[in-house]
């Protein structure tokens, strides 16, 4: 009976731990990339794009991946199905101002439903393009119990390093006044 009673101690103990975690998450990543605003827009707009930067395509070369809705811009939709590293969901671009910024819905089916709203920043300087990739969502407790153990912002801001540094790759190597693939 007391080991029933301690251990019900400790559950409850780290139940209020996990329910006084923060309820929202943000984890944010900046880059400066020699190239236009439009080229950098170009990249991030036309989800077909993706492929040569997506930071999770990598982790998962024979995931499953569908386009839907517009070819780019908003209603732009696309969808994919991988191994347990990347899961499976649905990125719809929801804004789209040209050169400025990038607004996608991000639906989480597995292995943990959630959904978070990403958004990408373009902003000229000197000569370079700054771009913010930036993610926000609410934590579910479950997700706040994850959390104890896996840092959010270290996880997924290590992808988004990734991603943007492969973005910078790809943009910088197009020759000037070439589409930038």
Known sequence: M??????????SGLAVVVARRPAEFRVERTTVIAAPPAAVFAQVNDFHR???WNPWGKMDPSM??????????AGAVYTWSGNRQVGEGRMT??????????????????????????????????????????????????AKAIHLAINMDRM???????????????????PPGEPRS
Do not use: H
């Open 2 to 11: 007391r080991m029933l009673v301690v251990l019900l101690v400790v559950v």
């Open 50 to 52: 993706w492929q040569a």
């Open 64 to 73: 499953t991946q569908r386009f839907e809705g517009s070819a780019a811009g």
């Open 93 to 142: 671009i929801v804004d789209s101002r040209p050169d400025e910024l990038i607004r996608i819905r991000l639906e989480f089916l597995k292995p943990l439903p959630g959904e978070s709203v990403a958004e990408f920043t373009f902003a000229p300087q000197n000569g370079s393009t700054l771009v913010t990739w930036r993610m926000a969502g609410t934590n579910s407790f479950l």
């Open 156 to 174: 997924i801001g290590g992808q988004f390093d990734r991603g943007l540094a492969d973005m910078k790759a790809v943009v910088e190597a197009a």
